[in-house]
C-alpha cells in the first residue's frame, strides 16, 4: 500500500509539472497558430520556402552548439557542478557562433546562387538566432533542473509575443524576409528573459574553471556518443525539406513547412513538456536506484490515446483545416498531412522518451539507432525512380514509423533490465 500511495503522489506531481509546462507552451504557440491565417495570405509559399529552409539550418546548427553537454545540466548531484555546466556550455556555443560566422562569410556567394533575395546581413542573423536560441536553451535546462516549470513556460511565451509582433508589422509593411526578422528577435528576447530568471533565482557566481574543466571531461560521453546522432536525428526531422527542396521547387518547401507545422502541435504541445519532465524525473529516480517503468508505461499509454485522436482528425477533416487556416491555395498542404500524420503521431508517443536513454547512459545504444535511421532518410535522396511528391511522403513516414516503433522498444527493454540489475528492494 504505501508503494501505491507514493505512486500516485509521484504520478499526481508528475502530472501538475507536465500541465505547467504544457499550459506555457499552449499559450506560446496560440500566438503564431493565430497568425497563420495572416502570414499565410501575406507572404507566398517561395517566402515560406525560404523561411523552412532556414529553420531546418538553424536546427541542425542548435544541436550542435552546444556539443550536447546541456543534457549534463540536469544530471550532477551538487548544483554548483550544474551551474559550471552551464558555463561550460556557454563558453562552447560562443565558439560555434564564431565558426558558424565566419564559414558564413566564406560561402556567401554559393548561398546567394541558391537563394534570390538574401543578403549578407540577412545570412548573419542564422548565427545570431543559434547563438540565442542556445543561450536560452542553456539557462531553460537549468530552470528545469530547479523545478521551475513556470518560469520556463513564460520564457517561451515572451518569445511567441515578440516573434509574432515583429513578423505581424513586417508583413503589413511587405518587407522582404520579415519571417526570418521576426524568428530572431524572438530567439533574442527568449535568451535575454531566461538568463535574466535564473540570475534572479540562483546568482551564477565563484565558477571556477578547474571545475569547468572537470564537467568537461566527467561527461564527455554525451559529444562522444550522442553528439552526432542527435545532428542525424535533426537532420532526419528536416530532411523532407532539403529533400523536396532537392527534387522539387521552393513552392512544394512552402507548403510542406505548413503541412508540418500543423502536424507538429500535439508535439509542441505535449511532447516537449513531457520530454523535459520525464528526464528530469527518470534522472533524479536513477540517481536515488528507484523504479522508472511505472512512471513511463502511463505516459506511453497518454501519448497512444491522443495519437489516436491525432490521426483520425487529419484523416477526416485534414485538408478542410488547411484551407480554412491558410486559405484555397494551401490545399496541397492537407493532402500532405493526411500521408505525413502516422509519422508524426508515431514519433509523438516514443519521442518524449528518447532521452530516458541518455539518463540510463545508454549511448551508444542510442547513437546506433540514429545512424541506422539518417541511412535510410538519406538513402531517399538517391531514389529518382520516384517522381510524385507523395509517394516520397508514403516511403518517407514508412520509414519513420519503423524506426520509431523499434526506439519505443529499445527504450522499453533498457528501462526494465535496468529495473531488474539496479534498482534495490525488487
Not at 548561398?111 to 549578407?120: A, D, K, V, W
Not at 574543466?213 to 532539403?242: A, C, D, H, M, Q
Request: glycine residues 4%.
Amino acid at each position: 500500500m504505501p508503494n501505491l500511495k507514493n505512486f500516485k503522489v509521484s504520478l499526481k506531481s508528475l502530472g501538475k509539472d507536465i500541465f505547467v509546462l504544457s499550459a506555457g507552451i499552449l499559450v506560446a504557440q496560440i500566438i503564431p497558430l493565430a497568425l497563420q491565417p495572416f502570414l499565410k495570405r501575406t507572404f507566398t509559399p517561395e517566402e515560406f520556402g525560404t523561411y523552412d529552409v532556414f529553420l531546418k539550418t538553424f536546427s541542425i546548427l542548435v544541436a550542435l552548439s552546444c556539443l550536447k553537454y546541456e543534457n549534463a545540466i540536469l544530471l550532477p548531484k551538487k548544483d554548483s557542478d550544474s551551474k559550471h555546466v552551464v558555463f561550460l556550455c556557454l563558453v562552447i556555443s560562443s565558439l560555434v557562433f564564431v565558426v558558424i560566422t565566419i564559414l558564413i562569410i566564406l560561402f556567401k556567394d554559393y548561398i546567394f546562387s541558391r537563394f534570390e533575395g538574401l543578403t549578407l546581413a540577412t545570412l548573419l542573423l542564422l548565427p545570431i538566432s543559434v547563438l540565442s536560441y542556445t543561450v536560452f536553451n542553456i539557462f531553460n535546462m537549468y530552470l528545469i533542473r530547479r523545478r521551475k516549470f513556470m518560469l520556463s513556460s513564460t520564457s517561451k511565451v515572451s518569445r511567441r509575443i515578440s516573434e509574432g509582433f515583429v513578423q505581424l508589422i513586417l508583413g503589413l509593411g511587405s518587407v522582404p524576409n520579415g519571417l526570418l526578422f521576426g524568428d530572431v528577435v524572438g530567439n533574442v528576447v527568449q535568451a535575454v528573459f531566461t538568463f535574466w530568471k535564473v540570475r534572479v533565482l540562483s546568482p551564477l557566481k565563484f565558477i571556477s574553471w578547474n571545475k569547468i574543466k572537470k564537467v568537461f571531461f566527467e561527461y564527455r560521453e554525451l559529444p562522444i556518443y550522442t553528439l552526432t546522432p542527435n545532428i542525424l536525428n535533426t537532420f532526419v526531422l528536416g530532411s523532407l525539406t532539403f529533400l523536396v527542396l532537392s527534387k522539387f521547387d521552393k513552392a512544394e518547401v512552402g507548403y510542406l513547412e505548413f503541412t508540418q507545422k500543423i502536424l507538429s502541435i500535439p508535439s509542441v504541445f505535449i511532447s516537449i513538456a513531457i520530454s523535459q519532465v520525464v528526464f528530469q524525473r527518470v534522472s533524479q529516480l536513477i540517481n536515488k536506484r528507484e523504479k522508472i517503468l511505472p512512471l513511463i508505461i502511463p505516459v506511453v499509454f497518454f501519448l497512444t490515446l491522443v495519437s489516436i485522436v491525432f490521426i483520425l482528425t487529419i484523416e477526416f477533416y485534414g485538408i478542410e483545416i488547411f484551407t480554412l487556416v491558410g486559405g484555397e491555395d494551401w490545399q496541397n498542404s492537407g493532402e500532405y498531412a493526411q500521408i505525413l500524420v502516422y509519422s508524426s503521431a508515431t514519433m509523438l508517443i516514443f519521442s518524449p522518451l528518447g532521452k530516458i536513454l541518455i539518463a540510463l547512459k545508454k549511448f551508444k545504444t542510442n547513437s546506433l539507432w540514429e545512424i541506422l535511421k539518417f541511412i535510410a532518410i538519406v538513402s531517399l535522396f538517391f531514389i529518382d525512380e520516384v517522381t510524385s511528391i507523395k509517394e516520397y511522403l508514403k516511403i518517407y513516414t514508412l520509414i519513420i514509423v519503423f524506426f520509431y516503433i523499434l526506439y519505443g522498444g529499445i527504450i522499453l527493454i533498457n528501462s526494465y533490465k535496468y529495473q531488474i540489475e539496479e534498482v534495490k528492494d525488487i
